[in-house]
């Protein structure tokens, strides 16, 4: 699936008004961005086209204000922020919408940038309504998308906007469908996916869609309780789904087998008395865990099993810790999976935000592949569902 991206010939941008849709629902405190990734991430496509002449308005979804102003969603942080990250002003508009924002827009010169306030103060926007899009699109030459972290979403800004505006990728978007199409596609084996999180009925078509592509599948994080569970052995106070989801489980190893890809299961488990990092811990056999203990991370013999799978691969996606990282005591298994994908020759691609912030926890995120912006767009891709903001931008023709 090649998209046609905002580098790609067919448009002259200067003199475009372009409306930008990108991913600014970063972390708050009061105030201050916390972790800024995504708003940087955004930035190549907003330097191309103020570069080529064209005069660009950035919106965003911040939050879930459910469709009233909420002050404390505002994106001014974020305006303030991509105004020091460009070195130039970038004035928010008190609205996304309306006779005012189309005004601003249409006295906009070449280079210029503003930023539109927070789309889902409108209803409309996460209704997809016509109407609002028709609004949103006014006063516009053209439309892009850079927002990967939504492309899931038939919202206004994601899905609506794109069939009332000629359309292109943002250099972000383009590259996450690049990459995650390759894992679909054409991966290099071995192809090893490693997978952690809580749940596993939460994961179940990504498991489903994987055990047919890749070689092995590694699961760690609190689902391999569940797993465990579901072969008869004790997980003790270890978080674990019943027995819907044990079925489940048993299923995805009866698949596994039928597709001959290897699911490993950890043969360790490092446990605590509770959860807390002053707690008591041991590592015990994965089948031996005890009443009143709760399994928090891989143990050694499994990271070392994963990291050497990794080390052998062409190709591994990541998705999910292998522990509670947060707890300095149990962030093991996840640092050795990091560092794994950040010493692999492999073609290394993390996708969901728990590995992400693990991977800047670890200060690794720089040396894979690819780190996926979009924690629930990058899954349903993988899952091999169309995402309807992708599906609406055109795509290269095949020659």
Request: glycine share 10%.
């Amino acid at each position: 699936m090649g998209l046609l991206a905002v580098d790609a010939p067919g448009i002259d941008w200067s003199g475009a008004r372009v409306l930008v849709r990108a991913d600014l629902n970063v972390p708050l405190d009061g105030e201050t961005i916390t972790d800024d990734s995504r708003l940087q991430a955004s930035m190549p496509t907003i330097r191309y086209l103020l570069d080529a002449g064209a005069a660009v308005a950035v919106c965003s979804h911040l939050g879930r204000p459910k469709g009233e102003r909420v002050p404390g969603l505002s994106l001014a942080p974020c305006a303030t922020r991509m105004s020091e990250v460009l070195g130039k002003p970038v004035e928010l508009l008190a609205d996304c919408v309306g006779p005012e924002v189309a005004a601003r827009i249409a006295a906009l010169g070449p280079g210029d940038v503003v930023m539109l306030e927070n789309l889902r103060f409108h209803a409309g926007e996460e209704a997809n309504d016509p109407a609002f899009a028709q609004a949103l699109a006014s006063g516009f030459t053209h439309y892009v998308n850079d927002a990967f972290g939504a492309a899931h979403r038939a919202h206004a800004s994601t899905e609506g906007v794109a069939h009332l505006l000629p359309s292109r990728a943002g250099l972000l978007l383009a590259r996450e469908v690049e990459v995650l199409d390759g894992l679909l596609s054409h991966p290099a084996h071995p192809f090893v996916a490693v997978l952690g999180g809580s749940k596993v009925s939460d994961k179940l078509p990504l498991i489903e869609s994987l055990l047919t592509r890749c070689d092995r599948v590694l699961v760690g994080g609190a689902m391999c309780f569940t797993f465990l569970a579901a072969l008869g052995d004790p997980v003790g106070k270890s978080l674990h789904e019943g027995p819907e989801a044990q079925e489940m489980a048993r299923a995805l190893l009866a698949t596994a087998t039928q597709k001959n890809c290897l699911l490993q299961l950890p043969v360790d488990i490092l446990v605590a008395d509770r959860f807390d990092a002053s707690a008591a811990v041991q590592v015990v056999p994965s089948d031996a865990i005890g009443d009143e203990w709760m399994g928090v991370d891989i143990g050694p013999a499994t990271s070392a099993t994963y990291r050497e799978a990794i080390m052998s691969a062409r190709t591994v996606f990541w998705n999910g810790p292998m522990g509670a990282f947060e707890i300095a005591p149990f962030a093991e298994g996840t640092r050795t999976i990091a560092e794994a994908m950040a010493e692999s020759d492999a073609a290394t691609v993390a996708g969901g935000g728990d590995s992400g912030a693990a991977l800047v926890e670890f200060g690794l995120a720089d040396r894979l592949t690819h780190c996926s912006t979009g924690g629930g767009a990058s899954l349903e891709m993988l899952e091999g569902n169309v995402l309807p903001g992708v599906a609406a931008l055109p795509q290269e023709e095949s020659s």
